[in-house]
T-cell receptor, first 111, second 115 residues
């Protein structure tokens, strides 16, 4: 999982602003995922992509958008439509067989 | 969609004793069940996983068992050590061969190892 990077580590956003979280992997993994983690909670799936130029909504996609223009990159945009965006965001990737490895995460705080 | 329930939410055991964490899932089609360990502020780390064609899997002090009929799987840690203290998450997903859906996670178990 050392080949998955997320930036920035900490992000502060004013209400009404869109922000984009970066996720890059150099593991040649086909599938990439975005999860949200709230304090004391498990991870919840936002979006995932199994191949370039294709992605599917997860359980909590409202207020978020993604793109998958390159195999190694899967950025997540948190839009102003997301009512409670303060959370720890984790990106993961998988070469297949379901095994997922996580990046270090981005902690987003809305001011 | 899939729903995963995890118990207990907190588990305190004496160092050297065993710990057991239990999960149930709702979708009988799920066929992949990983367990992750997460230390405070860090990323989840995969510690063991099991597929639906296997009933049990061991890796040193860690084992996972799966009962497909009951839709229940468990994590067993023997001879617990202070470094086992962390939050443990179970998860379930459907892997179709060409790709995997995202994981559905339980809410986590905070394991505390008492010296």
């Amino acid at each position: 999982d050392g080949g998955i990077t997320q930036s920035p580590k900490y992000l502060f956003r004013k209400e009404g602003q869109n922000v984009t979280l970066s996720c890059e992997q150099n593991l040649n993994h086909d599938a990439m995922y975005w999860y949200r983690q709230d304090p004391g909670q498990g991870l919840r799936l936002i979006y995932y992509s199994q191949i370039v130029n294709d992605f599917q909504k997860g359980d909590i996609a409202e207020g978020y958008s993604v793109s998958r223009e390159k195999k190694e990159s899967f950025p997540l945009t948190v839009t102003s439509a997301q009512k409670n965006p303060t959370a720890f965001y984790l990106c993961a990737s998988s070469i297949g067989a379901g095994v997922q490895f996580f990046g270090p995460g981005t902690r987003l705080t809305v001011l | 969609g899939e729903n995963v329930e995890q118990h207990p939410s907190t588990l305190s055991v004496q160092e050297g004793d065993s710990a057991v964490i239990k999960c149930t899932y709702s979708d009988s089609a799920s066929n992949y069940f990983p367990w992750y360990k997460q230390e405070l502020g860090k990323r989840p780390q995969l510690i063991i996983d099991i597929r639906s064609n296997v009933g049990e899997k061991k890796d040193q002090r860690i084992a996972v068992t799966l009962n497909k009929t009951a839709k229940h799987f468990s994590l067993h840690i023997t001879e617990t050590q202070p470094e086992d203290s962390a939050v443990y998450f179970c998860a379930a997903s459907l892997w179709r061969g060409g790709g995997a859906d995202g994981l559905t996670f339980g809410k986590g178990t905070h394991l505390i190892i008492q010296p």
